[in-house]
């Protein structure tokens, strides 16, 4: 038999990914004792798929403010790493390097040259963290390694940066509980019940009160939005990975599509299906990421993959984060985004705080899904 218990909370975060986390840890630095409430292991939970790296380049095409909150968070993320590592004791294995994305021929060198120009053009500032580099310049940022004959030049961004995500994720929960809020796992929430001034969030074994409610469910926030009055109009994204056996340290910086852990392996990285909520891996797949790879670093021939994993992205229709807050129930608000790694120390050091507040700051008007309901008589 389950008994249903009843609690009070100051604040309830649905979803304890790298989302709700960063958030609950930046609520709970300001005093706040943030209630996370977290599904289980046979989630889809993308916190625990991904890649790992802090990527400011081709971030936010056509959305300045995405381009400027990427930058802020990645300019935010040495004291974030630090804080956190110092507070919690967890390495993180921060490095804030520079990234390159990898060109191969000269067609593919001259469509990303062309994004970067209009990126630069639309972020409107006199200098640009982004460029691109001759096969040259990639060589002498990447000294240890052959290069495929195919590689003519790379995307290069000096605020890239990388860092171990399963860390991370656990740096942020023993924050939360460490500074006095909650984590609960299995806590699925099946309903959300608004009433003036307050939610009536039940899960199979509790049911909650709270004034106010965070949304950071990833791919399972759409239904629980659609409960607090909002329409987030989100998909899931696949994508799968490859992990090789470890190597001694030839990467002294991220790339796209390859990552050298700081235990050696080399992750490659990764497919962008449209396959709805399919969690599985397949060798097409593989093949494709494994051919990549082997154009850019003919070594890797060699080498063994030892795993292969696939996860799912939370994405928006324009693959820009949402922030909103919930116009008939004001105390709900959600989080979106498909780079939640990247924006970790911007959601915890600035997002937290504007959240605290009773409306949303301007600065993330840009963000709000009302973007994607323009009529068509406008
Ligand atoms: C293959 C891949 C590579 C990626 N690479 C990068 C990268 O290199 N850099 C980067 O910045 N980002 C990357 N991302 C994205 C990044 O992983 C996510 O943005 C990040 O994990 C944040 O996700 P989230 O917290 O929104 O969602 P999730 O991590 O999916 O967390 C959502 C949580 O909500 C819980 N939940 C769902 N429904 C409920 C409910 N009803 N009640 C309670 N809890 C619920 C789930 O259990 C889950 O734990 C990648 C993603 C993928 C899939």
New binding site residues.
């Given amino acids: 038999m389950t008994v249903v218990t009843s609690r009070d909370a100051e604040t309830i975060i649905?979803?304890?990914?790298?989302?709700?986390t960063a958030i609950a840890y930046g609520l709970a630095r300001q005093g706040c004792k943030p209630l996370v409430?977290?599904?289980?292991d046979r989630?889809?939970?993308?916190?625990?798929?991904?890649?790992?790296?802090?990527?400011v380049q081709g971030k936010g095409p056509g959305m300045p403010a995405y381009q400027r909150l990427t930058r802020r968070s990645s300019d935010l993320w040495p004291d974030f790493a630090r804080d956190l590592r110092e507070f919690t004791g967890i390495g993180l294995d921060y490095r804030c390097t520079g990234g390159l994305s990898f060109c191969l021929g000269a067609d593919e060198f001259s469509a990303r040259s062309a994004v970067v120009q209009r990126m630069s053009e639309e972020f409107g500032e006199a200098t640009y963290d982004t460029e691109m580099i001759e096969r040259s310049v990639v060589e002498r940022l990447l000294p240890d390694l052959r290069l495929g004959q195919d590689v003519v030049g790379a995307v290069h961004c000096g605020r890239d940066g990388e860092v171990n995500?399963l860390r991370l994720l656990h740096a942020l929960q023993t924050a939360i509980t460490t500074l006095g809020g909650s984590v609960l796992g299995d806590?699925?929430?099946?309903s959300i019940v608004p009433r003036t001034g307050s939610f009536i969030v039940t899960t199979a074994t509790c049911t909650y009160h709270t004034p106010k409610l965070i949304l950071?469910?990833?791919?399972?926030t759409r239904e629980?939005a659609q409960q607090v009055g909002l329409d987030i109009p989100i998909r899931p994204q696949r994508?799968?990975?490859l992990v090789t056996e470890r190597m001694a340290p030839i990467f002294p910086l991220p790339t796209v599509p390859l990552r050298q852990t700081a235990e050696g392996s080399i992750l490659i990285?990764?497919t962008q299906e449209e396959v709805g909520f399919d969690t599985g891996t397949n060798t097409a797949g593989a093949g494709r990421m494994a051919e990549r790879a082997c154009r850019i670093l003919p070594a890797l021939e060699n080498v063994n993959i030892v795993r292969h994993w696939?996860?799912?992205?939370?994405m928006t229709p324009d693959g820009h984060p949402i922030y909103a807050q919930s116009p008939t129930f004001p105390g709900a608000f959600c989080t979106?985004?498909?780079?939640?790694?990247?924006?970790a120390a911007a959601h915890a050091l600035e997002i937290a705080a504007a959240l605290m507040g009773d409306v949303l700051p301007d600065h993330l008007k840009p963000f709000h899904p009302d973007r994607f309901h323009v009529s068509a008589a406008n």
Avoid: K
């Fill in positions: 649905i979803g304890g990914g790298l989302v709700g409430l977290d599904g289980g989630d889809i939970r993308a916190a625990r798929a991904n890649f790992g790296i802090i990527w995500p806590e699925n929430v099946t950071a469910a990833g791919n399972g629980l994508g799968q990975l990285g990764s696939a996860g799912l992205r939370v979106i985004c498909h780079s939640g790694v990247t924006l």
